[in-house]
Every structure is written in structure tokens, then in C-alpha cells.
Nanobody, 124 residues
Framework: QVQLVESGGGLVQAGGSLKLSCAAS????????MGWFRQTPGKGREFVAA????????DYLYSVKGRFIISRDNSKNTVYLQMNSLKPEDTADYYC?????????????????WGQGTQVTVSS
């Protein structure tokens, strides 16, 4: 069974950058699309970014387009989320997830495996 572990979260000032990593263990994820979601207290998970299994296709939440970049290194079984020009409204717990599909999916219900999350706090 695959396990996902996120890292790279922390406290950063507005305008700063962070790079999140999601490392998979248990089996290779080269056949799985991957996604990043975020959640704030009292709200459901929000789609942030997704990448196809081969890394050729991506999709983003409108408010992060041009600031965030999702990428993957299948040789390392790891997915990344580079977050630039961070804003206080980006503050949330960030989760990576694996989908059983190869193509980009943006809906939470299409993902079957989730990590435990990493906290990102952006101060103003």
C-alpha cells in the first residue's frame, strides 16, 4: 500500500517562497496522477494543483496560477509544489494525493490516497 509523506511547510512572510515535497513509499507512482489540496479550519479541502502521471499536463486553482508550480520526479517517486509570491490567504494545511487515473483530475473524490498534510503559514 502506498504511503505519502509531505514536507517543506513552515512560516514565511508574504511575498516569500516555499517548496513542498510529497514522497511516496510502498510502490511506484509513475502510473498515477498526483494532486495538491489545501484546507483551512472549518472549510473543506480545496484543489490547488494537479499533474498527470507522465508530468506533461498540469492544472491549477485560478488564484495560484502563475505563482505555484507542480512538478514530479518519477525516478524519486516524489511530487513537488513550488509556491512563490505567497499571500496570507495561502495559509492552510497542504495535502498531496494520488489518483488511480493517469490524467489530471481536480476533484477530491477522484483521489484515493492522501498524505498527512503539512502546514503553511504566510504572515502579512
Amino acid at each position: 500500500q502506498v504511503q505519502l509523506v509531505e514536507s517543506g511547510g513552515g512560516l514565511v512572510q508574504a511575498g516569500g517562497s516555499l517548496k513542498l515535497s510529497c514522497a511516496a513509499s510502498g510502490r511506484a507512482l509513475s502510473d498515477n496522477a498526483m494532486g495538491w489540496f489545501r484546507q483551512t479550519p472549518g472549510k473543506g479541502r480545496e484543489f490547488v494543483a494537479a499533474i498527470s502521471s507522465d508530468g506533461r499536463n498540469t492544472d491549477y486553482l485560478y488564484s495560484v496560477k502563475g505563482r505555484f508550480i507542480i512538478s514530479r520526479d518519477n525516478s524519486k517517486n516524489t511530487v513537488y509544489l513550488q509556491m512563490n509570491s505567497l499571500k496570507p490567504e495561502d495559509t492552510a494545511d497542504y495535502y498531496c494525493a494520488a489518483s488511480p487515473y493517469r490524467f489530471v483530475v481536480t476533484t477530491e473524490g477522484w483521489y484515493g490516497t492522501w498524505g498527512q498534510g503539512t502546514q503553511v503559514t504566510v504572515s502579512s
